[in-house]
């Protein structure tokens, strides 16, 4: 079935494990994604940076590893991003300063995030970051 048209879609809660991510950078019109609280192990596809409509990614409470990809900041529409309770572990990458209309910024816990000179913060109403487990510089 084609879902070049699907807007939402919203798997949170489920115990989904092992299935790909990576065919979801397909779904163009997408514009809500929430696959928290399931059981996620591999890394954030890099295709997710080709849903150029997306407002909202959410990521939270799975076992996801590794890096944000850079393409995450071909998401110019993205409004909020959370991913937080994973196991990601990099500082986010230079072309995140590409997501001007990023105004929610939740819970990156194991992230090192340098917010200096390349990410303008002037712009987020919400930014929830656990400061314990989180470098700033």
């Known amino acids: 079935a084609q879902l070049s048209q699907l807007q939402t879609l919203d798997l949170s809660g489920n115990t989904f494990q092992g299935a790909s991510l990576e065919a979801i950078?397909?779904?163009?019109?997408?514009?809500?994604l929430n696959l928290r609280e399931n059981n996620f192990?591999?890394?954030?596809?890099?295709?997710?940076?080709?849903?150029?409509n997306l407002e909202a990614l959410i990521l939270g409470k799975n076992k996801l590893h590794g890096v944000l990809p850079a393409s995450i900041g071909n998401l110019r529409a993205l409004e909020l991003l959370s991913v937080g309770s994973n196991d990601l572990t990099s500082v986010i990458p230079s072309s995140f300063a590409n997501l001007e209309s990023l105004s929610k910024l939740h819970n990156m816990p194991t992230l090192n995030v340098d917010l200096t000179p390349s990410v303008n913060m002037s712009h987020f109403l919400y930014l929830f970051i656990r400061i314990p487990r989180t470098r700033i510089k």
């Open 25 to 32: 950078g397909n779904l163009s019109s997408l514009k809500y």
């Open 41 to 52: 192990t591999e890394t954030i596809p890099s295709s997710f940076g080709q849903l150029a």
